[in-house]
């Protein structure tokens, strides 16, 4: 294998495009995939305690990421992609970039292979590096939006090739793209109202997890979490208190 065209070209040559390129649809699909196979795994491990799947879902993770940066002709859930939107228009993005966003996720993925895989130990900032890793595929399905790219392009300094959804190419919004005054205020009323019910949930909601509790205690003011100890300390006295009167 010539090392300059394997550190130099990634994906197919594709006529009309001067570097080498590949289909961003199959990529979002897989994302989309991999976020879907990990929101059941943690379903499934919270639902039925087990840790086997979390597991093989990082595991499988791992060396889908390692086969993503030699070939994305022989990673599987850009196989699965491939296969998912084999009937429609592939939509063409600079090779380089996404393998560099997809090294970052192995990178992300290596030390969870030693975390949950070869020597299962939890706590709560080993999972927010999954949490992570979930969001950014998350972005990358849902929005076309690759992190990774975006930190390609800072290190370059120049603005790369093709990417996803042309947000590279310098140009205004159309009409389609814009707010008007009804649209916007509809936004901010939506958006206010799903970040008061985070926050109404995680502050009163009791939590049965140490993440749960983490997340609670977060949103809490000093003086919020010190009031609700000394309610939490007033039940269980008064509880002390009924059952000594029998």
């Known amino acids: 294998m010539n090392l300059k065209r394997f550190l130099l070209e990634y994906g197919e040559k594709v006529p009309g495009f001067d570097v080498t390129v590949i289909n961003e649809r199959e990529a979002r699909a897989a994302a989309g995939i991999l976020f879907a196979l990990g929101m059941m795994v943690i379903f499934v491990g919270i639902g039925y305690n087990h840790i086997i799947v979390a597991r093989v879902y990082l595991a499988f993770m791992f060396i889908d990421f390692t086969a993503r940066m030699i070939s994305p002709h022989y990673s599987p859930s850009l196989l699965l992609g491939k296969f998912v939107v084999r009937n429609q228009k592939p939509e063409y993005v600079g090779g380089l970039q996404k393998r560099f966003a997809w090294t970052l996720g ?101 939590s049965k997890t140490f993440f749960g509790q983490f997340l609670h205690e977060a949103v809490l003011t000093k003086a919020a979490l010190k009031q609700e100890e000394e309610e939490k300390y007033k039940r269980e006295t008064e509880k002390e208190f009924d059952n000594d009167d029998f």
């Open 106 to 206: 192995w990178l992300v993925s290596l030390p969870m292979m030693w975390w949950f895989v070869l020597h299962w130990e939890i706590t709560f900032y080993k999972v927010m590096v999954c949490v992570l890793c979930l969001s950014l595929m998350f972005l990358e399905a849902a929005f076309a939006i690759c992190v990774g790219c975006m930190i390609y392009k800072m290190i370059l300094r120049e603005a790369p090739e093709h990417c996803p959804g042309g947000a590279c190419e310098i140009r205004q919004r159309e009409r389609i793209q814009t707010f008007n005054l009804i649209q916007s205020f509809i936004g901010i009323i939506t958006i206010v109202a799903l970040a008061s019910g985070v926050y109404l949930f995680l502050a009163k909601t009791e």
